[in-house]
Antibody, heavy 124, light 105 residues
Framework: EVQLVESGGGLVQPGGSLRLSCAAS????????MDWVRQAPGKGLEWVGR??????????EYAASVKGRFTISRDDSRNSLYLQMNGLQTEDTAVYYC???????????????WGQGNLVTVSS | IQLTQSPSSLSASVGDRVTVTCRAS??????LAWFQQKPGKAPKLLIY???TLQSGVPSRFSGSGSGTDFTLTISSLQPEDFATYYC?????????FGGGTKVEI
């Protein structure tokens, strides 16, 4: 059974940093791209970014709203995905989801499994 | 790429046929996915590549469209289908979601 479990969320002051983790199990983690998606309270979904797999050089993509502040990384030996968030702003307050990417072609690089989400609150 | 979903909410009854639309600000081929989200839960993939049903999703869900205009159809609404539905374009980075359509009783 595919499982994705996020951790590391909590309350942080504006300008602060936080690192989210996502522990994966039930599939071959190294074979999949992985994404982060967030959802502000009462709002819609916002894609945060992606990290590709080793055969695609672990390259990354980011939303404009987080580029330069957030960094996605992975440790395939630990089946883990990370989101390093620096320079946090109040508008970064959201539930953060990690998600597995189904395939690598344009037809199927969609998000087929999601974690339960982890709340990050940025407030003084 | 901007995605505009309509309507933003709708009221329907069990057994109704429901259609949600998603319009892209530029052509995105067939690279569109649909998700269902219930309160307090993670989104669930329903359809990808505009019309491919994800494994395990009931056949009352279907998707169609290409280019800029897409639809999600629920042929006979069931009690468990009351939720919010989102489209997501996969044609270009940054990937983007539509604003959501809330299906209410």
């Amino acid at each position: 059974e595919v499982q994705l479990v996020e951790s590391g969320g909590g309350l942080v002051q504006p300008g602060g940093s936080l690192r989210l983790s996502c522990a994966a199990s039930g599939f071959t983690f190294s074979d999949h791209y992985m994404d982060w998606v967030r959802q502000a309270p009462g709002k819609g979904l916002e894609w945060v970014g992606r990290i590709r797999k080793t055969t695609h050089s672990y390259t990354t993509e980011y939303a404009a709203s987080v580029k330069g502040r957030f960094t996605i990384s992975r440790d395939d030996s630990r089946n883990s995905l990370y989101l390093q968030m620096n320079g946090l702003q109040t508008e970064d307050t959201a539930v953060y989801y990690c998600a597995r990417v189904l395939g690598t072609t344009w037809h199927d690089h969609c998000l087929d499994y999601w974690g339960q989400g982890n709340l990050v609150t940025v407030s003084s | 790429i901007q995605l505009t979903q309509s309507p933003s909410s709708l009221s329907a009854s069990v057994g109704d046929r429901v259609t949600v639309t998603c319009r892209a600000s530029q052509g995105i081929n067939s690279y569109l996915a649909w998700f269902q989200q219930k309160p307090g839960k993670a989104p669930k993939l329903l359809i990808y590549d505009a019309s491919t049903l994800q494994s395990g999703v009931p056949s009352r869900f279907s998707g169609s469209g290409s280019g800029t205009d897409f639809t999600l159809t629920i042929s006979s609404l069931q009690p468990e289908d009351f939720a919010t539905y989102y489209c997501q374009q996969l044609n270009d980075y940054p990937l983007t979601f539509g604003g959501g359509t809330k299906v209410e009783i």
